[in-house]
């Protein structure tokens, strides 16, 4: 089970769902457009984690060092998000 914390709430992650799922079906306001990590649109920067995020490919969409794109990445354990209302 993978727990996400926001600025504005907590929850868990479905079996299968993404981060970006999980974002929209807990009424978070994440931008996105391509879902499949080339456009960059679904950017969050991250600030803790309890586990490496990783990407089943490497994404083509730029992202700076603490940047992740939900609409890919693979997220287990806990992870906390900056500025994700
Ligand atoms: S929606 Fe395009 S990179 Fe995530």
Not at 39 to 45: D, K, M, Q
Not at 46 to 71: D, F, H, K, N, R
Request: hydrophobic share 35%; net charge negative.
């Amino acid at each position: 089970m993978t727990w996400v914390f926001t600025a504005k709430t907590r929850f868990y992650l479905h079996d299968d769902e993404s981060l970006l799922d999980g974002l929209l079906r807990t009424g978070h306001d994440v931008n996105y457009q391509c879902r499949e990590g080339y456009c960059g649109s679904c950017r969050v920067t991250l600030t803790a984690s309890s586990y490496p995020v990783t990407y089943a490919e490497p994404p083509l969409a730029m992202i700076e060092g603490s940047e992740i794109l939900p609409c890919c990445c693979q997220v287990k354990g806990m992870v906390r998000l900056k500025d994700v209302h």
